[in-house]
């Protein structure tokens, strides 16, 4: 009994021990690091234009069309083509519409060229179809001019 009694005292001594020497050693706790990336809009770029119907332009949407406009690369080194930018106008009102595309400045590389393809879809139908190759300036594209021709 003696012997338990005093192996207790010794286990209870160790781990007050213990915990006071844990208690000197300051620990910094487990933080979040906040990383600051750049911001994303440096690196968006704008391509605004306008898209019109053939040479009449005279087309009157419905509401059940779509102008698909798709914004592609072609890389210089390789000749691949990726599409960069996709978006869909629906509910336009009349010709001419105007646009905005917004894409990535890092998916362009120096000497790639751009290609803006629109479609015009009708029931998912395709009724007109246009594209224009883009020419770049110091801040990214002038602005496209495109006119659809119906299909």
Known sequence: MKRSAAFCIIL???LVLASCATTGVEETPQRFSLVQTKSTESSTGLLKGNVN???SGFYFPTTSDILDISLLKTDSTTGLVTEISHQRLRNFQKFPIQFTVRY???DLNEGDTCTLIV???MDDQIRG???VLLKRNSTG???A???LLSV
């Open 12 to 14: 209870i001594l160790l």
């Open 53 to 55: 119907y053939g040479a």
């Open 104 to 106: 990535d400045n890092a």
């Open 119 to 121: 479609t015009l879809l």
């Open 129 to 131: 179809q246009g594209l």
């Open 141 to 143: 594209f002038e602005e």
């Open 145 to 147: 001019e495109l006119t």
